[in-house]
């Protein structure tokens, strides 16, 4: 069956094998314009020795980009691309480690087993074609006569790819999760894991508000030994500290005039004839209820914002409103039908946009900032940009790798954070247009990777030696409360001490929300009444285990074990499942961490200062 699949599509093979050819003398020659300079790596990077080529892999990350942007509503950023190199880099590498595997466990999918496969398993994309529905629902006669139709045995070459691909990973699956077993008792634990509870009290001391400052000094020295001996408490990742310049992008009264008068123009274009409906389908800006002719449906009035809901409450029927301005637009609004409760509404809605002269104005001060500031390895460029445009330099950081940059005008603003640990210092961005603002960034200097010297972290050293102290005079605290709560309990002890007191529960293992999994095997490993000793909590980002808990036990609901052992076959098979999981996915991060990976992109991927740099030293235009 297979061969005969292939002989039927090999018309549409050789089309895609020539188009293939065609790109690699086209786009390999420097012809096809969209390339941006030579490379001078052949490879993105190794995975175990073998090379990923360069060429390839920018051809997958053009296609998901390409097919990301048929979904987008506006051209893809920085920010967007990046994360999609990173998500083809990421199948790369899984693709090669698992190629490896396939060849390590020699696995091998059969013709016949794709065959089988595509026969009778078809893909879910595929079930959801229109013209294999009957009634609403897939029909799998309609699928086997289309896949015998040419159109379905054109895509028999991309199926069959795709069909051995599954069937090798679900062979390795079934390798790696093969010897997965789970004992009675075993269940029996998981089961009761999920079933027991308990109820405890719980008392807290907070070494950061029960022991004060005056309790706990610390000198210049302690400060000092503290960072001596807690280095790694104190290690930075690499930090971008940036300059802007910032061009304000928000609509003005011009703005907000234009966009009445063209929703008055509307409201006369349907007053002189026009159909409300087909107006709305042209015109509106809420595309929903737009392509309904404006139909907002029958709904109640208090669902709408107030501007919009004074309007519907007290326009005459079947007439047409003033203009109607909420924090979306301007509205025109025709109600047709009124209840008590109830309200059947139309709309029109023309938002509030830069426009005419505003916009021009706005064009023009982006395109002087290109001019002068943009893409620029001389630091000095956004100085002259700065004075010849009036624009104040603002600064803003510092951030890591992968984290937004933020600014207080606008928000967050799209690719600046991948842009700068891609620049070098001195160097500025393109332009970035915000929803608000248009900006350019000046990277101004990127601190190492490491522990800072200990003048530049001091008054942090002091604070966290300082919490160290503090931790010690809550451990006092907390064995001093335990020894009152043995005779008079928790409660009464917390109380005549000042603690937090709160009970919790009851709750199961799984379900518990004590702040630590130490509290909650402490919580089930206590008899009833019996108290704990005072623990420690989970570390906090700054690495001081802030608080202590003292735990009593109240109340034990046990695990039935009756349905245990009546429902055990259901218990068993949902239990391999998630055990299976958990193996192959344990698995394959072990397969990653063991990999000799080189990654190059760093090298590769530049900004467009730093290509133009090197095709003008390459002599390139």
Known sequence: MMQAFRNAAKPIVIVLTASFFLWLVFDLSGLGGGGGGLIS??????????????????????????????????????????????????????????????????????????????????????????????NGRFDPEKYQRWLASAVGQSLVPSLEYQYRDQLMQAKLYRSVVSNVFISDAALWERYRDEREQVKVGLAVIDPTSDVSDAAAPVTPEEARAYYDQHRDEFKRERQAYLSYLYVRRVPDASDTAAARNRLLSIKAEIEGGAPFAEVAQRESADSGSGAMGGDLGESSPDQYVPAFEEAVKTLPLNTLSDPVLTQFGFHLVKVESRSRDKVHAHHILVPIEITGDHRDQLDTQADSLEALAAERLDAAAMDTASRALNIPIRAVGPFVKGQRVTTPEGGEVPDAGVWAFLAEPGEQSQVIEAPNAYYVFRLDSMTREGVPPFDRVSTEAEQRARLAKKAEKAAELARQLVSQAETSGLATAAASLGFQYREVGPFA?????LPSPVLIGAAFGLAEGKVSQPIRGDDTPDGVDRNLYVLQAIERIPADSTDFAANLAAIRNQALNAARQSRFQSYMTALRESARITDNRDEIYRTAAQNAERNAGLGLP
Do not use: C, H, M
Request: hydrophobic share 35%.
């Open 41 to 134: 790596r052949s490879d993105v990077g190794k995975v175990n020795g073998q090379a990923i080529n360069l060429r390839l892999f920018d051809q997958r990350v053009q296609n998901a980009i390409n097919n990301e942007q048929e979904r987008a509503s506006g051209p893809l950023g920085l920010d967007q691309i990046t994360a999609i190199r990173q998500q083809v880099w990421d199948q790369v590498v899984r693709e090669v480690l698992f190629n490896e595997e396939y060849s390590r466990r020699r696995l091998t999918v059969t013709d016949d087993e794709v065959a089988e496969a595509i026969r009778n398993i078809p893909l879910p994309e595929i079930q959801q074609l229109p013209e294999l529905q009957t």
């Open 509 to 513: 293992r799984l379900t518990a929300s």
